[in-house]
Nanobody
Framework: VQLQAFGGGLVQAGGFLRLSCAASGYIFSAYGMGWYRQAPGKQRKLVAT???????YYADSVKGRFTISRDNAESMMFLEMNSLNPGDTAVYYC?????????WGKGTQVTVSS
């Protein structure tokens, strides 16, 4: 299993970013996926998940601002982030659990300036 997140960057408060996660090495459509983030000095936290059937879950802190989606044909997952604020600054990771094992990709840095 390989996961690679990309699309992060520096954006002003109120701005927009779209993160992507490229997956390989397993049957992508058969598993749920998730986005997590880790701010400096803090624990990694769940941001959003999407099930293999498309069921979505969002952390309260991002509900209404972020949208998670997936493209099974391309083995890709996305996170559209609107109305970004400095509290969203973190390294964002994509995740899946395959065979009972948590798999993490290299994260992508999102920095929101005030």
């Amino acid at each position: 299993v390989q996961l690679q997140a990309f699309g992060g960057g520096l954006v002003q408060a109120g701005g927009f970013l779209r993160l992507s996660c490229a997956a390989s090495g397993y049957i992508f459509s058969a598993y749920g996926m998730g986005w997590y983030r880790q701010a400096p000095g803090k624990q990694r936290k769940l941001v959003a998940t999407i099930g293999r059937g498309g069921t979505r879950y969002y952390a309260d802190s991002v509900k209404g601002r972020f949208t998670i989606s997936r493209d099974n044909a391309e083995s890709m997952m996305f996170l559209e982030m609107n109305s970004l604020n400095p509290g969203d600054t973190a390294v964002y990771y994509c995740n899946t659990v395959v065979g009972g094992v948590n798999h993490w990709g290299k994260g992508t840095q999102v920095t929101v300036s005030s």
